[in-house]
Nanobody, 114 residues
Framework: QVQLVESGGGLMQPGGSLRLSCVASGFTFKNYAMSWYRQAPGKERELVAGISSLGGRNTNYADSVKGRFTVSRDNAKNTVYLQMNSLKPEDTAVYYC??????WGRGTQVTVSS
């Protein structure tokens, strides 16, 4: 069955960096656009970044993370990454990986606090 497993979350000080990973299985990974969402307490889930299928030539980002976050994919490893730099307290949320329009991971917690 389809599985998306996120990892790499944790506690980080403001200004620090984290790299999230999402390992996929159960479908042909390279054929799916992938995206990262996040949900902060009391807020709706929002799109953070997306990357197109195959070579991942096209990416898109929420305005709030442009210039700080980078999404990438390694089709040989069935993995999508989210490199997060210059982290801010408002980046605190559960981060979810999504494949296509149907499949979600369970999320990984990111907390940015001093």
């Amino acid at each position: 069955q389809v599985q998306l497993v996120e990892s790499g979350g944790g506690l980080m000080q403001p200004g620090g960096s984290l790299r999230l990973s999402c390992v996929a299985s159960g479908f042909t990974f390279k054929n799916y656009a992938m995206s990262w969402y996040r949900q902060a307490p009391g807020k709706e889930r929002e799109l953070v970044a997306g990357i197109s299928s195959l070579g991942g030539r096209n990416t898109n980002y929420a305005d709030s993370v442009k210039g700080r976050f980078t999404v990438s994919r390694d089709n040989a490893k069935n993995t999508v990454y989210l490199q997060m730099n210059s982290l801010k307290p408002e980046d605190t949320a559960v981060y979810y990986c999504k494949a296509g329009i149907h499949y979600w991971g369970r999320g990984t917690q990111v907390t940015v606090s001093s």
